[in-house]
């Protein structure tokens, strides 16, 4: 007989979005030019970025009605959202993001593909494998660092009285 899946329990995207902020911003503080230690911290600072962007996407699937799991997948949750809400975000992706990808990509012949669906693919699993970049250094792949920034405003222009608390 098969088990009946229990009803999770309602998250308020609300809280999601809060916690999201102060990643985000614990990161941005690493990595500010004021820190003479952030290339020291560049890993941990790409850990708090990938945990940032998984919070902010599970803030919009839960904004969309939609249930969430503990996945940290980025690009699996990325696929849930909805297609308009996707478009959205690859449209200032491709704007803001990708350009400065493109010509670090020019520059250093970086080979990790630029556009936003595949360079969620590539960094799917950053919040893991950065933490444990020690097991397998080759694995540590992260450039979404434009990523949070983009869906904290998305979610801001939905509900623009969120402000308050970013």
């Given at each position: 007989?098969?088990?009946?899946?229990?009803?999770?329990?309602?998250?308020?995207?609300?809280?999601?979005?809060?916690?999201?902020?102060?990643f985000?911003?614990?990161?941005?503080?690493?990595?500010?030019?004021?820190?003479?230690?952030?290339?020291?911290?560049?890993?941990?600072?790409?850990?708090?970025?990938?945990?940032?962007?998984?919070?902010f996407?599970?803030?919009?699937l839960?904004?969309e009605?939609k249930?969430?799991?503990?996945?940290?997948?980025?690009?699996v949750?990325?696929?849930?959202l909805?297609?308009?809400?996707?478009?959205?975000i690859?449209?200032?992706?491709?704007?803001?993001?990708?350009?400065?990808?493109?010509?670090?990509?020019?520059?250093?012949?970086?080979?990790?593909?630029?556009?936003?669906?595949?360079?969620?693919?590539?960094?799917?699993?950053?919040?893991?494998?950065?933490?444990?970049?020690?097991?397998?250094?080759?694995?540590?792949?992260?450039?979404?660092?434009?990523?949070?920034?983009?869906?904290?405003?998305?979610?801001?222009?939905?509900?623009?009285?969120?402000?308050?608390?970013?």
């Amino acid at each position: 007989m098969k088990r009946k899946k229990k009803p999770s329990k309602l998250i308020d995207p609300r809280n999601v979005f809060q916690l999201a902020c102060k990643f985000a911003a614990t990161e941005q503080y690493v990595r500010s030019r004021d820190n003479p230690k952030a290339g020291f911290m560049a890993s941990p600072s790409m850990v708090l970025s990938a945990f940032a962007i998984e919070l902010f996407l599970k803030c919009l699937l839960l904004l969309e009605g939609k249930e969430i799991d503990r996945i940290h997948s980025l690009n699996v949750l990325y696929r849930r959202l909805s297609h308009k809400q996707k478009r959205r975000i690859e449209e200032v992706w491709e704007q803001e993001a990708r350009p400065k990808l493109d010509e670090l990509r020019r520059k250093f012949g970086l080979p990790h593909p630029t556009d936003l669906p595949n360079a969620l693919v590539t960094c799917a699993r950053a919040f893991e494998h950065m933490r444990y970049g020690y097991e397998d250094p080759e694995r540590q792949v992260f450039y979404l660092g434009e990523l949070p920034t983009i869906l904290w405003r998305i979610i801001l222009d939905i509900l623009p009285e969120w402000v308050e608390e970013a």
